[in-house]
């Protein structure tokens, strides 16, 4: 990549991330000015809230199941490699497991009521990177 479009792209990136920030304060703004009580104002806060926790809970679910199967997978299919492979192969399945349980750990913290939104960000990345990491050595 050279540096022009690499200067694009993080221009792109930072334009994207300043119009998020924007698009929620609006949003927020826009709850806090409604014509309704404080009450019923928190009450609103606190559904959106519920819905995007869910939401995250939902996908961090799925990543774990892609990721067992995934692993699962791995360990067989990698009886067949060279030992360099193995080894290589055997790091990655370590870090998706990893991965996996930091993932398990972060639903019983959702269940528990405990979860920071940038944990859980955190989590459904970090699942997300190790899915990818395993499928594409898995394609060698």
Known sequence: MSFTSRKRSGSAKKIALFSSIAAAAGFLAGILTAPQSGKATRGDIKQAADKGIGEAEKDLKKLNQEL??????????????????????????????????????????????????????????DANLALKHLRDYLKK
Not at 82 to 102: C, F, I, N, P, Y
């Open 68 to 125: 067992s199967k995934l692993i699962s997978e791995a360990k067989t299919g990698g009886e067949k490699l060279s030992t360099k492979a193995q080894k290589e192969l055997g790091e990655l399945v370590e870090k998706a497991q990893d991965t996996r349980e930091k993932g398990r750990e972060m639903l019983s913290a959702i269940h528990e009521g405990e979860a920071q939104d940038k944990d859980l960000a955190k989590a459904i990345k």
